[in-house]
């Protein structure tokens, strides 16, 4: 984002011995700077002492608004201004400022925006830095927003990599502990991808990397993610399961849905041929985690890393502060780099504040596919998911825009906040001007285009949002049942027989449904299961749009039954249709980062055909080949409220050919 103020604005004239005013870029996200900007930033901050007799900040003045504690960020960043000449304001603490009087982030930034030329903010929510830079007059540089990002330490750590191992492209790099709330491992991941490293994950139970951090890895870098041998690193980091993340292609092993001995060796092949250049552990991030929710065990990195030969040139790095991770052994050997990695805070941050200033007025660099910037035409339309996103905590301070994102699981929209990065995705579009809305489907997507170009495309999250705007319907063509409550029966008995059949070890059996209709159809087969077997198995649910836990127990529904355990297990992935299999190799994705179990086995009530992942279920009710123009429903008693189990297949209106407005009918159909 370019921020723009002219030498004789309004600010300037007020403070008569300000030198110039600052015209320059916001950080936010790593993203704001390419590849060539990062490399000029570090060749700055090799010359550090040149820059500190240069004092290019002179006259100017730094802002630092900690609304979290801090210790290196906040002191590198005073110590980076003051070695440059500039001045430091500062709130030595924000809950003494206006802040604890209930003063918005707009109003703050706003006004802090006049008393100096860059401000430097931490906050605990998601997306809050952003949206103060929306408010401030002057650029704004995030020093860590909630789970987001912490672009500034991403710096730090890659130019403390390089310089410990010459080029960043190539190495493989293990990140490690609480990959799921530790903002420093976001930034770094999409760094480390950009500029060509593989990445291994070591995260401890439950603080695995956000779906949403994969598929922008994905979706973006065209990484992807393979599970690794179990055990091959866990004499040295203890408590955890590897992952590979790696641009080269076609490793994409998490595609199998049956973890047999052939895939078990190129797995163990692919974990033995491994070099790795470094460890990036991270501490558990307590302050972001629910009471109760804290897994017993945590990765730490002991002295046996230090006496294991593979590992004489692995450095061990650590954004700090560290708790208990790292053994003390480490702090005396040349391979614990952690303390470098702190000092290079001041020549980075130096580094950065000329580059800033050096490209005031400057376009801002922009890595990675942003998507199409959505903004609803309505007054109501999506919110963010993330119960900690900006958007949701105070919403009075920002605008409601997202990144419309295409190639989702079964060709499905996505949206991505644009303070947050989480996603999800588009379920129900309407008609601005024809006041009419329907499900969203992958055959719209010609016309939905077209509405967006004239910005007549409307995005609800509910029914209730479309209805209270005076929306109606469109109609669909056609519908004709595939199958009936009897065939729908008859199929979760068959599938329930094979499975009793498949499982080699009925002890391990878990059955996960993916949300929503799927997990119905698993609680379907636990029932019958239990019928024809006379014993009870675990039920649990994947949600591949979670916020929090992806993966929940749904039965038995007993609360202190801890998390829902997965490793050596025998899964059962159960859906209710399977169409181009996306959704599928997500729902894959999210079990083999979780943990590595025995076998994961997939079972659907209708499979469509049309795969564009190779994934092949392994128990189906009905094989119906269908047109993608066609749409599948699903409908099962408990979500419908109806008698009877229906499968249905009809066409897609296209809104743009419908018939004049119809009278409102019964809710429309929802993606399958
Ligand atoms: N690495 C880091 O952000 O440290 P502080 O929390 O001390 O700033």
Not at 2 to 14: M, Q, V, Y
Not at 63 to 92: D, K, N, Q
Not at 207 to 216: A, D, G, K, S, T
Not at 405 to 420: N, Q, R
Request: net charge neutral; charged share 30%.
């Amino acid at each position: 984002m370019i921020r723009s103020l002219s030498h004789s604005g309004k600010a300037d004239e007020r403070c008569e011995n300000r030198v110039t005013r600052l015209i320059m870029r916001n950080l936010i996200s790593i993203a704001d700077l390419t590849n060539a900007e990062i490399e000029e930033i570090f060749a700055l901050a090799d010359d550090a002492e040149e820059l500190r007799r240069e004092k290019p900040a002179a006259g100017r003045i730094m802002a630092t608004l900690f609304y979290e504690p801090s210790t290196r960020t906040r002191l590198s960043f005073e110590s980076a201004m003051h070695r440059l000449a500039g001045g430091v304001i500062s709130c030595a603490d924000m809950r003494a400022s206006s802040a604890a009087k209930g003063e918005s982030l707009a109003d703050t930034a706003k006004v802090v925006s006049s008393y100096a030329d860059v401000l430097v903010v931490r906050h605990h929510w998601d997306g809050a830095v952003r949206a103060m830079a929306e408010h401030a007059d002057v650029p704004v540089i995030n020093a860590g927003d909630g789970r987001h990002e912490h672009p500034t330490q991403t710096l730090c750590d890659l130019y403390t990599l390089r310089k410990e191992k010459g080029e960043l492209k190539g190495l493989t790099v293990a990140v490690c502990g609480d990959l799921k709330n530790g903002r420093t491992i976001h930034s770094l991941v999409y760094a480390l991808a950009r500029f060509g490293a593989n990445v291994v994950t070591l995260a401890a139970a439950g603080m695995e990397l956000p779906q949403y951090v994969l598929e922008r890895l994905e979706l973006d870098y065209g990484y992807t993610l393979n599970p690794l041998a179990t055990g091959d690193l866990s004499a040295v980091v203890t408590a955890t399961d590897a992952l590979y993340l790696t641009p080269k292609q076609p490793h994409q092993l998490a595609l199998f849905t049956q973890m047999d001995a052939a895939i078990q060796s190129q797995i163990s092949a692919l974990a033995s041929g491994l070099r790795y250049d470094a460890f990036y552990m991270t501490r558990k991030q307590k302050e972001r985690i629910k009471e109760g929710a804290e897994g017993d065990s945590y990765p730490t990195i002991g002295d046996h890393f230090l006496r294991e030969k593979r590992f004489k040139d692995t450095v061990v790095m650590h954004p700090l502060p560290r708790v208990d991770e790292l053994s003390p052994e480490l702090d005396r050997d040349k391979r614990g780099i952690y303390f470098k990695q702190a000092a290079y805070g001041v020549p980075v941050r130096m580094a950065l504040l000329k580059f800033l200033f050096d490209h005031a007025g400057g376009k801002a660099g922009k890595v990675g596919n942003k998507g199409i910037l959505y903004e609803s035409p309505e007054c109501l339309g999506p919110h963010c998911v993330n119960s900690n996103c900006v958007t949701v905590t105070e919403a009075g301070s920002t605008r409601r825009r997202f990144a419309l994102l295409s190639g989702g699981p079964g060709g499905a929209l996505i949206l991505g906040c644009v303070y947050c990065d989480h996603r999800f995705k588009v379920q129900l579009v309407g008609h601005v001007k024809t006041k009419r809305y329907c499900a969203y489907d992958i055959s719209l997507r010609a016309t939905i285009g077209d509405w967006l170009k004239t910005n007549e495309l409307a995005i609800f999250n509910s029914i209730k949002e479309a209805e209270e705007l005076g929306y109606e319907p469109y109609e669909s063509r056609g519908q004709r049942v595939i199958m009936n409550d009897d065939e729908i029966g008859e199929a979760v008995q068959s599938i329930s027989r094979e499975i009793l059949k498949a499982c080699q070890d009925l002890d391990t059996l878990l059955l996960l449904g993916i949300r929503t209709q799927g997990s119905l159809l698993a609680r379907r087969v636990a029932a019958e299961l239990e019928k024809q077997n006379r014993r009870k198995y675990e039920v649990g649910e994947i949600d591949i749009y979670g916020v929090d836990d992806e993966i929940r127990r749904i039965s038995p529904a007993d609360p202190d039954a801890g998390r829902l355990n997965l490793r050596d297990r025998e899964i059962v992935l159960l859906d209710d249709v399977i169409y181009t299999g996306r959704t599928i190799k997500d729902a894959l994705s999210i079990i083999f980062r979780s943990a590595r179990p025995k076998a994961v086995r997939l079972a659907v009530l209708i499979d469509r055909g049309h795969r564009e992942v190779p994934v092949k279920p392994n128990f189906v009710g009905k094989h119906i080949p269908s047109s993608e123009r066609e749409r599948v429903r699903v409908k099962l008693r408990a979500t419908e409220g109806g008698e009877k189990d229906e499968a249905v297949i009809y066409s897609i209106v296209n809104p743009n050919d419908s018939a004049p407005r119809p009278r409102p009918q019964n809710a429309p159909a929802r993606s399958s």
